[in-house]
Nanobody
Framework: QVQLVESGGGLVQPGGSLRLSCAASGRTFYDMGWFRQTPGKEREFVAAIRWSNGYTYYADSVEGRFTISRDNAKNTVYLQISSLKPEDTAAYYC?????????????????WGQGTQVTVSS
């Protein structure tokens, strides 16, 4: 059974940092990605990493502040977030995909975690 479990969210002051983790069990994916969503809005692509070679992809809005990485041995993907802004407040989801569909669209992902909340506020 495939399972993705996120952790690491919380309340952070503006300018702070967080590291989100996503542990995958049951399968190794072609790509793993992070998305975020706020109430009433569509799920937004943040970053993705190709499991085979570690190549990374970022949304323009987060490049330079967000870093996605993986630990093959632990089958875990991370999202390091720095210089947090209030507009980064969202539920963050990790997801896994095969080589089908579009990498930066939620429709391209077959499996999802339950999400972890990140709140940026002073």
């Amino acid at each position: 059974q495939v399972q993705l479990v996120e952790s690491g969210g919380g309340l952070v002051q503006p300018g702070g940092s967080l590291r989100l983790s996503c542990a995958a069990s049951g399968r190794t994916f072609y790509d793993m990605g992070w998305f975020r969503q706020t109430p009433g809005k569509e799920r937004e692509f943040v970053a993705a990493i190709r499991w085979s070679n570690g190549y990374t992809y970022y949304a323009d809005s987060v490049e330079g502040r967000f870093t996605i990485s993986r630990d093959n041995a632990k089958n875990t993907v991370y999202l390091q977030i720095s210089s947090l802004k209030p507009e980064d407040t969202a539920a963050y989801y990790c997801a896994g995909r095969w080589n089908i569909g579009v990498l930066n669209s939620p429709l391209g992902y077959a499996y999802w975690g339950q999400g972890t909340q990140v709140t940026v506020s002073s």
